[in-house]
Each structure stands twice: as C-alpha cells, then as structure tokens.
C-alpha cells in the first residue's frame, strides 16, 4: 500500500495503533487511527487500520465504507480487498468474500491469510479443485524465508528500490526460493525490463513448476514483450489443467488478440462474458476483436453495453470514437462532459472522454468545443508520459554516423536471402493502413498486422541494461559478421511465420521501423521497404487527436509531436542517401488523387502483377487492428486531406516547430 506522507512521527504512530490491535484494544486503536487520518487524509495506512478495527469492533458498514474511501485512494492495496474479505466473511456473505480475496492475491499472492481464507471458502462451496490449488499456495507460503516476506510486504507498499536489495542481498547469498525469483521478476517488469523479467520468472517455474502465480506472470511478461506465440503456448499448457479458469482465459485470449486469431479471442470472451455479464472491460475487450473482423455493429453494442455497466469507463467511449464513423447522441456527450467534471474519475478514464468528446465535437463541426477537449487530454495524456525526445534524436544521429554507404558496401551480400517480406513504415496516422490494404488485396500478398519482431530485436541488441542516453545500438551492427547477420534475418522469417498465411509475400507494417532501415537492409537485403508519408500538418494533427491504445508516447505535444516528425525526415533523407532505390516513397495526398497510378507504382516495386482488385481494396475483408480499420473499408475520399485547417486557431505552436525544422514531406 501506498502511504502519501511527509510526516516523520507517522511511522511512529501506525506502529503504536498496530500495537494496540494485536493487544486486542481496538476502541483505542481506532480513535488514534482517526486522529492520523484527520491529520493526514492521504494516508493510506491510517485508513486501513481504521477498517480493521472497525471490523473487530463489529461495526462493518463502516469498515465497508472505510474500504471503499481507501480505495478511491489506493486501488491497487492487497490489503484493502483481503480486509474487505474478511468484513464479507463476518456478513455470512461467501461469494463476496471470495471476489475480494481473489483480487487480494490477484495483486500480491504471498498473503497467507487470503489463500487460508480462499480454501476454506472454496471447500465450503464446494470448489475442490481451487480449494486444492489455494492449500498449495499456503504450503508453498508457510516456507517463505523472512527476506521473502519482507520483500512482498514492501513491495505491495510500493518500494521496489528497498524490496528489490533485500531479494538481490537474498539471492547473492546463495537463496534460492520460487518466489524470490518471481517477485524479482515482477519488479523487473514493472521497471520494463521485460527480458529480464522474462528469465527470473523461469527460473521461478523451474523450482516450482505448477506455481500458478510465476506462470501467470510469466505469461503477462511475455505478452508485454509482444512474444504472442510463445505466450498463447505456456498459457495453453496451464488451461489444459485448468480449462475454465478465469484468471488464465484473458490472458489466452489476448495472446490470440496478439497473434490475429481474433476468432479465438472472441469465443474466449463470449466464455468469460457469460460467467461475468458485468465486466465492463470483458464487453470493450470483447468489442476490439469484432472490430478488427469488421463487425462494427456487434462493436458497437459491446461498448455501448460497456459504457451502460460502468458509466466512468473512459475507454468505452473512445473506442467508439475510434471506430470513426460512430456518431455520438446528445445524452452520450451530456454524459460524457459529467463524467469528465466528477472529482472522483480516475485520470485514465478523464483522458478517454476528453479525445472521445473531442470526436463527438468535430463530427458536429463544433470544432473550439472538440479543441479543448482534444487539448486536455493531451494534457492528462503527456502529464502521465515519460517521453524523452531526445533519446529518439540520439538514435538518429548515431544511425546517421554510423549506418554510411561505406558501412553498407562493406556488408554487401550479408543477411537472409528472402525476398518474403514487405515493409510498411512512417508515421501513425500517415496512411500506411490504406496503403498496407491495398497490397493485401492482391492475390499474392498476405496482410498481417504490425509486427513486433524488428523492435524486440532490436531490443536484444540493446541488451538488458542499456543506457537509453549511450545504447548499444546501432554502434553494435559494426560488431556483427555475416552469419549473425544471416541468422537474424532467418530469425525474422520464423518469428513471422505465426502472423502469416501460404502467400508468397507478407506485410509488416510496424511505422516506427523506419528507425530500423538499415538494420532491416542488413538482416533482410531482398526485402521491399515503402515509406508511406503525409503532409506534416496533417500528420500531426492527426496523431494529436488520436488516443493509442500503447506506445506512440511522442504523440501528446505539439512540440514532440513536430520534433519525431523532423526525425523522421532527417533519417529518410539519410537512408535514401546511403541506400538509393531501397525505397519506394508514397505520398499519401499523390494516392488519394490518382490511386492507380499510385497503385501500380506499389505493385510494380513489390514485383507483383497489376490486379484491378487493389482498386476496390475496400472490398476486402480481413483483419485490420489499427485505427484507421473502418477508414479502409471504405473508398479514398479527400475530406481529409485539409482536416486539420478547421483547427488552425490553435495549431500556431505546431506550424512553428515544424516551420523551424524546414519540414517538406515531399524531399
């Protein structure tokens, strides 16, 4: 639990009111928990031991009430949900009490009281399969090292510096308990450091092979560094022993979300939805899926069903902004602007509404009300970002000093010599989605989706504690011989062998790989590269009103927004220089005024006959997972070209930064 106080007695006096709760004294416990919390109302310790002792004393509306003021505070404290347990169990209430232990160990399973609680509960209701897997969790608990314990508790309390020494001190001293390893690992993950974490949770399974919450979290890791094949594997196995568990399905289901089997997930969620109609989440999770198979309607009704269960949820509302063609009632917006103004939403859920108020208002042309709602949530957006501009300045320019033609002629012939892939890149919301549709409209090139293969290679490049300011890479190519080379690209082929189908070509349209030219060329020298571009206005405007769903954090300010844009620029003009004729550029305003001559262009670089089917590419049906899916399935239109001059008493600061850069989109 997090604990906001600056105040040196506090530690002080939350250990006299534990003292006085294990003496049994609980009236005075609590009227010096009271006083705390008078004096500090953001400390969450002091309103944990106000519900504790309420509930000794037998007064448990008021503990429930406790609790739920607690957890507006602290949403994410274990000890909250195990206590609200422990209120659920006095009431006679079981399946309550079981919810709240389960979310208990959900956010730190080393509470020993919970999983007690959890298996008595279970056999009472006549659960024996998860009344066996809660007695396992105790066991393994009760031989938990001291370190261990202490590490979970500050770990839970939200010290990763202090519970990390103590595991590594553990370690270093020759421990070797599943849960340190597991507990290191989720430090790790929480810092990113997703490989790491990786490996610690291994080793977690390695000393405890049916250690659910080492293999649950093994799994999340693996889903975080977008590893959707081998992920949607381990989880596989676990649900072969638990085929229903609800804990296990999400993750199943988004590892196929993962890996585009988007029919897998629904069926998943279709399951978990009839177990728990209430879920909002379930109904968005639900709703992307049949987005991406173009079933708007179904979409539709998910996050409007979504939205009806819990009307704060942010996201319900802008996922159907982000379906683009969704038009929102008066009783949505008046909705809307209330929950944006209520000073109990979470900030996730205020960004949400202001980018889905913001639609609402461009699509009624009231284009000062959308501003300012687009403008807040950028605000909220960047306000919670850890961008740093110039980290993506540093790779450009030693990408730059690094990857010259001589560089390149030196390395001529090195990589794998397939010719599978073609490689969509720019800038989000450049019209690389039209342009990826279009040559999925051919017979003989399979549309996939964007592909996380070349940043997590580039990820091991960097290696697990690369200084984001001096990486690794590029400067580590130069290191690299034909056979590493030659290896990486064999290791791209199997990695994207999941997202494709039997056609002799495949799309990867990651943008952000044009940071990743060169290594591509090295890796992959028969591989097609187009580089879809818009004009910088447009292209920014477009991102500054798009809400991603990860990433893209570079998106939320004018001024990062135009600084990645003049990146972006300076590192094409530096690939077309050292590599001539590797890539195909296509302006996406050239496309929209004559698509065939553009589309031929396309087809004739990917060394594909002409079909008159890219034509009609709306046509297609196929899976599209970006933001501009619905776009696609319609034809080109040009409203879109100048959007973004309806907001231009605003975009002054923008035009600037661009104006400063000497951007021009066409060079």
Same mark, same amino acid.
């Given at each position: ?159 990763? !510096? ?14 070797? #308990?599943?849960?340190?390893? !597991? ?8 810092? +990113? ?44 196995? %676990? ?22 089997? #988007? ?24 709703? #992307? ?23 704060? %949820? ?40 202001? %980018? ?20 807040? =949530? ?52 450049? =019209? ?13 090139? #399979? ?49 994207? !062998? ?49 809400? %991603? ?47 065939? +001559? ?34 696609? !399935?319609?034809?080109?239109? +040009? ?29």
């Amino acid at each position: 639990m997090v604990v906001s106080s600056t105040r040196a007695s506090s530690p002080i006096q939350l250990e006299g009111i534990r003292e006085l709760s294990r003496l049994g004294r609980h009236r005075e416990a609590l009227a010096n928990a009271e006083r705390l919390a008078l004096q500090e109302p953001q400390n969450g310790s002091a309103l944990y031991l106000i519900a504790a002792n309420q509930r000794c004393l037998h007064q448990i509306d008021e503990a429930l009430t406790t609790l739920a003021r607690l957890e507006q505070q602290h949403p994410k404290s274990s000890l909250l949900f195990q206590e609200r347990g422990c209120c659920y169990m006095t009431l006679g209430d079981g399946p309550r009490a079981i919810t709240a232990f389960v979310q208990a160990v959900t956010l730190n399973p080393a509470l020993t009281q919970s999983w007690t609680m959890l298996e008595h509960l279970y056999r009472a209701s006549g659960q024996a399969k998860n009344a066996v897997v809660a007695r396992e969790q105790v066991a393994m608990l009760q031989q938990l090292p001291l370190e261990v314990v202490d590490a979970g508790r500050l770990f839970s309390d939200g010290d990763l !510096r202090a519970s990390a020494n103590i595991l590594n001190e553990y370690l270093k001293c020759g421990g070797n #308990h599943a849960e340190a390893f !597991r507990l290191l690992g989720r430090i790790k993950q929480q810092r +990113r450091e997703f490989d790491e974490a990786e490996r610690l949770f291994e080793a977690a399974l390695h000393l405890a092979p049916n250690y659910r919450a080492a293999g649950l979290d093994y799994v999340r890791a693996l889903l975080d560094s977008q590893k959707y094949l081998q992920a949607c594997e381990v989880v596989g196995r %676990f649900l072969e022993v638990e085929t229903d568990n609800v804990d296990l399905l999400p993750l199943y289901a988004a590892a196929c979300v993962g890996l585009g089997r #988007h029919q897998a997930a629904i069926e998943v969620y279709r399951r978990l939805i009839a177990g728990s109609p209430c879920s909002a989440e379930l109904h968005v999770a639900l709703g #992307h899926s049949l987005k991406s198979v173009g079933q708007q309607r179904e979409a539709i009704s998910c996050y409007q069903t979504s939205a009806t269960i819990e009307p704060t %949820f942010g996201d319900a509302y802008w996922s159907l902004a982000n379906l683009k063609t969704y038009r929102f009632s008066e009783e949505e917006i008046s909705n809307m602007r209330a929950e944006v103004a209520s000073p109990t939403a979470r900030q996730v859920d205020r960004y949400h509404l202001c %980018f889905a108020l913001g639609k609402a208002y461009e699509d009624r042309k009231q284009y000062a009300d959308s501003w300012q709602f687009y403008e807040r =949530g950028n605000e909220l957006k960047s306000a919670e970002s850890r961008y740093r501009p110039e980290i993506v300045e540093i790779n450009t320019r030693r990408q730059i000093e690094v990857c010259t033609a001589e560089f390149f002629a030196a390395r001529g012939g090195f990589g794998a010599p397939d010719s599978d892939p073609i490689f969509v890149v720019g800038l989000p919301r450049s =019209g690389s989605t039209l342009v990826e549709q279009i040559l999925a409209s051919h017979s003989q090139i #399979h549309g996939t989706q964007e592909l996380p293969v070349v940043p997590r290679i580039v990820r091991e490049l960097n290696g697990p504690e690369s200084d984001p300011y001096n990486p690794l890479y590029p400067e580590v190519l130069a290191d690299l011989g034909p056979d590493e080379f030659r290896a990486l690209g064999t290791r791209y082929i199997k990695d994207t !062998r999941a997202y494709r189908g039997d056609k002799p070509f495949f799309i990867d349209k990651m943008p952000n790989n044009f940071r990743h030219v060169g290594l591509i060329h090295l890796i992959l020298p028969n591989a097609k590269i187009i580089d879809v571009r818009r004009e910088p206005m447009a292209c920014c405007f477009s991102n500054l009103k798009q809400l %991603f769903a990860s990433g893209q954090e570079f998106s939320y300010r004018m001024e990062d927004i135009a600084r990645y844009y003049r990146t972006y620029i300076e590192l094409m003009q530096h690939w077309d220089a050292v590599l001539p004729g590797r890539i195909l550029r296509i302006c996406y305003e050239d496309v929209v005024e004559n698509l065939e +001559r553009n589309v031929r262009r396309i087809l004739e670089f990917c060394d594909v006959k002409f079909e008159p089917g890219c034509l009609e590419f709306y046509k297609l049906s196929r899976i599209v997972a970006t933001a501009s899916s619905e776009q696609v !399935r319609q034809p080109v239109f +040009r409203k879109g070209l100048l959007q973004w001059r309806n907001y231009e008493p605003w975009l002054g600061p923008l035009k600037c930064h661009l104006e400063g850069g000497q951007v021009h989109h066409r060079e």
